[in-house]
């Protein structure tokens, strides 16, 4: 009798512990007749989405205002600002912590570039900025935490953005000095098979990840385009190994560690943090990835947008199956390059897509105007604020507003 309601007790709480257990249903199959995410209201028309954007992205800056540090860069990873014994990225030293806080630091810079109704605070706040990435173009590689890598690839995102920006005319002299630092430590971390990494480097066993080598070989065409120059194979090498990281049915798997050990059989959706850069980066690079294709995952990404925000949106363990699916640092990440995407398509670019994008963004705002998607150290709701108010701004642009 007692091995009996042993066995109940035992079998009960192991269902109470299955019932606890995060779920992940699989994505839908995309298609075609895929349905737009439901409405329980009418949508909004886009002078109310106007509107909204331009509110949320003044109460994103006010944000930025309230967070940025008096070194002028945002976040920190100091055990008293915040408790990050369980978050589960391994940003565990010095230099590493550099790498992220600087990328921080550029992505929210670029965002208040980014927007015309600049004030007199803002641009305050964007010098701060500035001076603070100017002071930290050189980024430590600390042996297995290669995250000096996404420094350099959004400080050349924004540095070449103000370059070519009219505000960034009374910079032109320090930014000429400054780019090709960053180009030079790319060089650097780049591993002999042609991308990058963040856990690992050429130093280690040289495995390059998809999506950071995506974003780092569309900042170095950017740079190319206005003027820098750019060692010879550098661009050539990314773009090969991106282009062997696509799958056939259009995904891009996490990086080449995975090309061999059959863990690379993924759903369509289930990369489309991915897709984007991934596809804009090839396309620009050889073409190989068509205009065709970058509409088709465009649309497939936004008809789907219920499901990626779903599964993307405050996962608390970032890499519980990060690789297969959609994590939560994926979500702002992926929305920002969807948003270069229809950029680039221009009138090709379907206007549903434009007005998923923006609602997605402004049903996510936070009460005190930030936006985050997962918790890293005190680095989630700055990238992620940085991340939506260009989105928002894209969105902006194209409604002409």
Not at 56 to 69: S, V
Not at 94 to 109: K, M, N, P, Q, W
Not at 332 to 338: D, I, K, L, S
Request: charged share 20%.
């Amino acid at each position: 009798m007692r091995l009996l309601v042993t066995a109940i007790l035992s079998l009960a709480s192991a269902l109470a512990l299955a019932q606890d257990q995060p779920k992940t249903a699989p994505p839908p199959a995309p298609s075609a007749e895929s349905p737009a995410p439901k409405q329980d209201s009418p949508p909004p028309s886009k002078e109310m989405l106007v509107k909204s954007a331009h509110e949320a992205i003044r109460r994103g800056l006010d944000f930025l205002h309230k967070t940025q540090a008096a070194d002028g860069a945002w976040g920190s990873h100091d055990p008293v600002v915040v408790d990050s014994a369980q978050l589960g990225f391994g940003i565990l030293d010095a230099g590493s912590h550099d790498g992220v806080r600087t990328a921080c630091t550029s992505i929210c810079a670029k965002a208040i570039l980014g927007y015309p109704a600049r004030t007199k605070e803002d641009m305050a706040m964007l010098d701060k900025a500035l001076d603070h990435v100017l002071k930290h173009l050189r980024l430590a590689y600390d042996p297995g935490n290669a995250f000096n890598c996404w420094g350099y690839a959004f400080n050349l995102d924004f540095l070449i953005t103000l370059y070519r920006h009219e505000a960034g005319k009374p910079y032109h002299d320090k930014l000429k000095e400054s780019i090709p630092v960053l180009i030079e430590g790319l060089k650097r971390m780049q591993a002999a098979e042609g991308g990058w990494a963040y856990y690992t480097s050429v130093m280690m066993e040289g495995s390059s990840i998809s999506f950071i080598s995506a974003s780092i070989l569309l900042s170095l065409l950017e740079a190319k385009e206005a003027g820098f120059e750019v060692p010879k194979g550098m661009i050539e090498d990314a773009g090969k190994i991106i282009g062997t990281m696509r799958l056939p049915n259009r995904s891009y798997i996490y990086g080449t560690y995975l090309q061999y050990n059959g863990q690379h059989h993924l759903e369509e959706l289930s990369s489309g943090g991915r897709t984007q850069v991934c596809g804009l980066a090839q396309h620009r690079f050889d073409g190989s990835v068509t205009r065709q294709d970058l509409m088709d995952r465009s649309k497939d990404y936004f008809q789907n947008i219920d499901y990626v925000e779903k599964i993307g949106n405050k996962r608390i363990i970032p890499h519980r199956d990060a690789p297969q699916n959609i994590s939560g640092y994926f979500l702002y990440y992926g929305a920002y390059y969807a948003s270069w995407v229809m950029t680039y398509l221009g009138k090709d670019a379907r206007e549903t897509d434009w007005t998923h994008l923006a609602e997605m963004i402004l049903r996510n705002q936070e009460g005190e105007g930030s936006w985050w998607d997962t918790i890293c150290f005190d680095y989630g709701d700055k990238w992620g604020t940085g991340f939506a108010i260009q989105c928002l701004e894209a969105y902006l642009e194209h409604a002409g507003s």
